[in-house]
C-alpha cells in the first residue's frame, strides 16, 4: 500500500551528515566504515509514545521516526522508517495490484482500537481477514487470517493468488530517499518469501498442516508468489534501490531449514542473484533463534540478516553468527528489550557496547548497531540517550 505516512521535507534533514550515508554504505558495501554504524529501530517506541503523550518534551516537535533519529544524531537503515504503523507490518511503497479479485476493505472503531477486515471477491467466493491496531500497545494483530477452511477456500485461494501482483512507488522511494538524504540508506520492506506467505495467509502453526495435507496446492501457490516478488525486485532495483529486505523472520522455530531449503532458498537465492547484479543489497528479517539456518542462508548468497538476536532471546552470539555465516554476510542487531528494559545506569549500558564494539571490531565492516526486531515501548527514554552516548564513545578505534 502507498497510502501511509506522508513524506518528509528534505530541506529537513541535518546539515553536515553527509557521513552518515557514507558510513551505511560502506558496511553495505563491505567496506571498513571510520566508525560504527548506529541505526536503531525506534517505530513502535515512537508511535507508542506519541499515541499516549509520552514524549519527552526535548521530541515534542518530533513527527516521525526520522525526526528522532536525526534529533539523536544516528544513522538511519531502517524498513519501516516510511510506514504507517496502524496499516501494515512492513511496506508502504509497493501497491497491491490485482485482476480478477475485487477488494472490499471496512474500517471500524473498538474502544480505541481500529479494525480493518478487508474481503476478497474471487471467482470462487469471498475470501477475508481482519486486522486489529492495538491502542494500548500501539501494535497491529491479525484476529483472521485468509485461510481457515482450506479444502472449501482452495479454488478462491487460486484466484487471489493468481491475481495479485505488485506495482512499486518509484516517485514515493524517491521521495522518501530524499527525505532521508545524507542520514542513511532506506532498507526498502516490501517483499516476503514464499513460506512466508502461507504464515501471513494461515497462521505459521496451521501452515505447517496445510503443507503435509495439501502439499501440491501449496506448492503452486508459493511457485506463484515467488515469480511476482521477484518481478518486484525488479521494480525495485529498476527504480534505484540500493537495499532491500524480505520481512520474513527466519526464527527456526517458524523457518525450520529443512522448509526454508524446500520453499524458500530458491526465491532468496534469485533475489540475492538479481540485487549482487545491480549492485545492491538482499536482507532478510531474522530475530528468534538463527543457528541452525546460517550456513544455509549464506550459501544462497543473501547479503544480510537483520536483527540478528542472541541469547537468551535467541541461540547464538553476534560475533558467533559471523563465524558461521562464513564472513560474507552483513548482520544488523546487538540491543534487545533485555537491555533497554533492564539496564537502569549509564554505566552498564557503557561496559555493555564497550564490550559488544571489543568483540565486534574485526567484523565493523558487516555489522551496523541496531535493535535486535524493535525497541520495546517499554524502554526510557534515559536509557535510548544512554546508547547514544555510549555509541559516541565507542563507535572510532
Known sequence: ????????????????????????????????????????????????????????????DCSSQLELIRHLGLDVFSRNVYC?????????????????????????????????EKRYHTR?????????????????????????????????????????????????????????????????????SPLKLLHLTAGAEQAVYHLIDHPEACRNWMRQHEEAQLDLVRQMLAAGVEAMIAMD????????PRHVEAYSASFYERASHLCHAADATFFIHA???????LPLIASLGVHGLEGVAYPPLGDVQLDEAMRLTGGRMILT??????????????????????????RLRPDRHRFMLSAS??????TPWQVLLWFRDAWREFATP
Open 249 to 256: 523472520n527466519l526464527d527456526t522455530a517458524f523457518h525450520p
Open 333 to 358: 542487531g546487538g540491543i534487545s528489550a533485555r537491555e533497554t528494559e533492564q539496564f537502569r545506569t549509564a554505566d552498564e549500558v557503557r561496559r555493555y557496547i564497550e564490550g559488544l564494539f571489543v
Open 84 to 116: 504507517d504503523p496502524t496499516a501494515c507490518w512492513f511496506g508502504g511503497l509497493a501497491e497491491e495490484t490485482w485482476d480478477g479479485v475485487e477488494v472490499e476493505v471496512i474500517r471500524s472503531r473498538e474502544d480505541r482500537d481500529t479494525l480493518v
Open 287 to 293: 530475530c528468534g533463534r538463527q543457528r541452525a539456518n
Open 373 to 378: 526486531c524493535n525497541t520495546s515501548i517499554r
Open 1 to 60: 500500500m502507498t497510502d501511509g505516512n506522508p513524506i518528509p521535507d528534505p530541506a529537513a534533514g541535518a546539515q553536515g551528515a553527509a557521513d552518515r550515508r557514507d558510513c551505511v554504505r560502506d558496511v553495505l558495501r563491505r567496506r571498513e566504515p571510520p566508525r560504527f554504524v548506529h541505526a536503531p529501530n525506534y517505530w513502535q517506541w515512537f508511535t507508542h509514545h506519541r499515541n499516549h503523550g509520552l514524549l519527552p518534551a526535548e521530541l515534542r
Open 124 to 192: 470462487h467466493g469471498i475470501l477475508s481477514e481482519r486486522l486489529r491496531y492495538r491502542h494500548a500497545d500501539s501494535t497491529l494483530v491479525q484476529e483472521k487470517h485468509l485461510l481457515d477452511d482450506l479444502p472449501s477456500q482452495a479454488a478462491a485461494m487460486d484466484d487471489w493468488i493468481g491475481g495479485r501482483r505488485w506495482r512499486f512507488d518509484a516517485t514515493r522511494y524517491a521521495g522518501w530517499r530524499d527525505a532521508v538524504g545524507p542520514d542513511g540508506v532506506i532498507n526498502a520492506g516490501e517483499l516476503f
